[in-house]
T-cell receptor
Framework: DADVTQTPRNRITKTGKRIMLECSQT?????MYWYRQDPGLGLRLIYY???????NKGEISDGYSVSRQAQAKFSLSLESAIPNQTALYFC??????????????FGEGSRLTVL | GQNIDQPTEMTATEGAIVQINCTYQ??????LFWYQQHAGEAPTFLSY??LDGLEEKGRFSSFLSRSKGYSYLLLKELQMKDSASYLC??????????WGAGTKLIIKP
């Protein structure tokens, strides 16, 4: 089983619908992230969380919200989806402790299409 | 502003060597990552450099020059499975990752 699991892996929805992407991890990491990836662009950070009580906006948080339900779970919501939110979304985890590099471990991705 | 530059696309021949360059401008610096990403898949970790010099790991090596804001990833004995995008990411003073857009590497037989 993957250490970082995202659901759903693929979703097609219509403009205006509410969508939730879920992420769970078994790595025991405190830090979790949501990124989106568009062709020709780098990974862009949407939200990140360093522990259950800590939520921070990334560079492109408008139109998105998150919830950190537990150390292992971090969900991303699109309250009213729009077509330019069509993208590949990645959840990632990391742990900065004891000299760790802070390497990110990614989920398999959730491909979202908004019609 | 903070910025990462890397070539958009490179082509190389199976069995050859290729060097993918990355230049960065960040507010502070706490290291640089290289990740490999096959089409439609998640990025996977290749290397981390924080000190100047070359880190070798099998067929892949990564080099860093902090004074020049420059890194490269060197891939030797190229195999068809090395066809992928290679992402450079620098860590700034707030321990935030600044990502490049990635270099798509095409390997030809």
């Amino acid at each position: 089983d993957a250490d970082v699991t995202q659901t759903p892996r693929n979703r097609i929805t219509k403009t205006g619908k509410r969508i939730m992407l879920e992420c769970s991890q078994t790595k025991g990491h405190d830090r979790m992230y949501w990124y989106r990836q568009d062709p020709g662009l780098g990974l862009r950070l949407i939200y990140y969380s360093f522990d259950v009580k800590d939520i921070n906006k990334g560079e492109i948080s408008d139109g998105y919200s998150v919830s950190r339900q537990a150390q292992a779970k971090f969900s991303l919501s699109l309250e009213s989806a729009i077509p330019n939110q069509t993208a590949l979304y990645f959840c990632a985890t990391s742990d900065l402790a004891g000299g760790d590099t802070g390497e990110l471990f990614f989920g398999e991705g959730s491909r979202l299409t908004v019609l | 502003g903070q910025n990462i530059d890397q070539p958009t696309e490179m082509t190389a021949t199976e069995g050859a060597i290729v060097q993918i360059n990355c230049t960065y401008q960040t507010s502070g610096f706490n290291g640089l990552f290289w990740y490999q990403q096959h089409a439609g898949e998640a990025p996977t970790f290749l290397s981390y450099n924080v000190l100047d010099g070359l880190e070798e790991k099998g067929r892949f090596s990564s080099f860093l020059s902090r004074s020049k804001g420059y890194s490269y990833l060197l891939l030797k004995e190229l195999q068809m499975k090395d066809s992928a995008s290679y992402l450079c990411a620098a860590i700034d003073s707030n321990y935030q990752l600044i990502w490049g857009a990635g270099t798509k590497l095409i390997i030809k037989p």
